[in-house]
T-cell receptor, first 112, second 114 residues
Framework: GDSVTQMEGPVTLSEEAFLTINCTYT??????LFWYVQYPGEGLQLLLK?????DKGSNKGFEATYRKETTSFHLEKGSVQVSDSAVYFC???????????FGTGTRLLVSP | DAGVIQSPRHEVTEMGQEVTLRCKPI?????LFWYRQTMMRGLELLIY????????DSGMPEDRFSAKMPNASFSTLKIQPSEPRDSAVYFC????????????FGPGTRLTVL
């Protein structure tokens, strides 16, 4: 079935470091891909999305490119801030299905 | 808009008791989703509604769980009887046009069953 695999956390970085969180997926057809972020004590918020191959989603300095050939949607940011500390979830929406399949989440800790 | 509203934010109950979680979606949204988040299983979709009608309840763990949406502005998730393994954070989310559009999540209800 459809699934999403994320790198294990926590990812610990210093402020202004480069961030990569890996995400790969298994799905039939062309799913839509998402990154959601969850801050402590809050619900999930959409960070960015891409709906077709080679699309790049971006928001708040974060980027991810839909790579069909490698079935990946890695999240990157050039310079992280302490305020980016949160849990990041990669997710897919199978074509024709009204549901999101989430990865297990990756916790990011950024220190000053 | 106030966003998705969930109540209560925290619930502590004893095994065997009935628990009712409540959700008010964003006005105008026609899809509503219930999720459960645990350390062991991550984030799981339990059930979703479209225009108040349940569309897919395949994620509901067992008959102890039930969900209703009597109108466009209110939904409940009920657990009867509750068990310690039901302890989790339960999220409600809503969206306007389906999953390919942004789902807006509520703050969640943290349920502890003793």
């Amino acid at each position: 079935g459809d699934s999403v695999t994320q790198m294990e956390g926590p990812v610990t970085l210093s402020e202004e470091a480069f961030l990569t969180i890996n995400c790969t997926y298994t799905a039939t057809g062309y799913p839509s891909l998402f990154w959601y972020v969850q801050y402590p004590g809050e619900g999930l918020q959409l960070l960015l999305k891409a709906t077709k191959a080679d699309d790049k989603g971006s928001n708040k300095g974060f980027e991810a490119t839909y790579r069909k050939e490698t079935t990946s949607f890695h999240l990157e940011k050039g310079s992280v801030q302490v305020s980016d500390s949160a849990v990041y979830f990669c997710a897919l929406s199978p074509p024709g299905f009204q549901k999101l399949v989430f990865g297990t989440g990756t916790r990011l800790l950024v220190s000053p | 808009d106030a966003g998705v509203i969930q109540s209560p934010r925290h619930e502590v109950t004893e095994m065997g008791q009935e628990v009712t979680l409540r959700c008010k979606p964003i006005s105008g949204h026609d899809y509503l989703f219930w999720y459960r988040q645990t350390m062991m299983r991550g984030l799981e979709l339990l059930i979703y509604f479209n225009n108040n009608v349940p569309i897919d309840d395949s994620g509901m763990p067992e008959d102890r769980f039930s969900a209703k949406m009597p109108n466009a502005s209110f939904s409940t998730l009920k657990i009867q009887p509750s068990e310690p393994r039901d302890s989790a954070v339960y999220f409600c989310a809503s969206t306007l046009a389906g999953v390919s559009d942004t789902q807006y999540f509520g703050p969640g209800t943290r349920l502890t069953v003793l």
